[in-house]
């Protein structure tokens, strides 16, 4: 048997708390450090379906990329949603522990598996972290290069396969006809990160959740800069080509891409530690809250009356 104090150790080992955003508070959530752990099921979201599913299943551990209290709450009585799953976690000795902006930032983590499976090469962090005890290039977000430049259109058709399926499938903004070499990725939530992308120079961003007037303004701007000439200088790159372009991904579905690597990274981990091996799955059920999307298509002309 492993317990799950063994689990957590490797997890926290694999995925450093010390990697998390200061707001952020990923760990252990839910459990009895001294329950087994020899069944694992990791999923993006610890919706009500994905705990019941879990524990249904004789699950003894569930690992979760989003939090289950993202925000300050204040009780977990059987009045709340929240207070539902705990309870049902805890009657089904079933753990919760949660690798968010920690294991965003972690090698093999969120950031990398997204990078990775879109093609990058030469990869390095977007905010690096400095961290000693590993030869690894950690932090947030992954920049990095297409081994053969493409164009918008068919990268933002590579990207798009290379999620999960979802209703609200993905949003492109830019020249689709431009070239694409090099490419920065965030997974998650990325309009506030947009000075350091300026600064990397990156040909197109992939993240999520991106806002209408952050994204028009950045959008705006690029335009500004691969137009305008001072004293017969480009202010921008000087091939006339707005950067970055943006691609817009359901949050969820980008994110659970680091499940690929943490199937086999951490029962790895745990038999090295331990010597028993975790039976795992991957939940793969879609937790992007839209079900419909209705109306995306249209021409431009459609658009602006032309």
């Not at 490797?10 to 252990?28: C, F, M, N, Q």
């Not at 930032?105 to 961290?131: C, E, N, S, T």
């Not at 800069?225 to 970055?244: C, N, Q, S, T, W």
């Amino acid at each position: 048997m492993t317990s799950l104090k063994q689990t957590v150790d490797v997890l926290e080992t694999l995925y450093p708390l010390r990697y998390a955003e200061s707001w952020d508070h990923p760990g252990l959530i839910v459990g009895d450090l001294t329950d087994p752990a020899d069944s694992i099921v990791f999923a993006a979201d610890p919706t009500m379906d994905v705990v019941r599913d879990a524990v249904e299943n004789g699950a003894q551990l569930l690992v979760c990329h989003h939090p289950l209290f993202f925000r300050a709450v204040h009780e977990v009585s059987g009045r709340t949603f929240r207070g539902e799953i705990v309870s049902t976690l805890y009657r089904g000795h079933c753990a919760l522990w949660v690798g968010h902006t920690n294991a965003d930032a972690a090698w093999r983590g969120v950031g990398m598996a997204a990078a990775d499976a879109f093609g990058l090469v030469d990869q390095v962090p977007m905010v690096p972290i400095d961290d000693a005890s590993t030869p690894h290039a950690v932090g947030l977000g992954r920049v990095g290069r297409l081994p053969e430049p493409m164009t918008l259109r068919a990268f933002a058709d590579h990207v798009a396969q290379a999620l999960p399926a979802t209703r609200y499938g993905i949003q492109v903004a830019g020249d689709l006809d431009a070239p694409v070499r090099t490419v920065g990725v965030l997974p998650g939530s990325g309009d506030s990160m947009f000075n350091e992308v300026n600064a990397l120079g990156v040909d197109v961003y992939v993240t999520s959740d991106l806002r209408h007037h952050p994204a028009t303004d950045e959008l705006q701007q690029s335009l500004y800069e691969a137009a305008m000439r001072e004293d017969g200088v480009p202010l921008g790159h000087g091939d006339g080509h707005m950067r970055p372009a943006l691609i817009n991904t359901p949050h969820s579905a980008i994110e659970s891409l680091w499940f690929s690597y943490a199937l086999e990274d951490v029962p790895n981990a745990v038999e090295l530690a331990t010597g028993s091996r975790p039976q795992v799955r991957w939940n793969r059920t879609n937790t992007d809250p839209w079900n419909l999307s209705l109306g995306a298509n249209f021409s431009r002309g459609d658009v602006d009356g032309r």
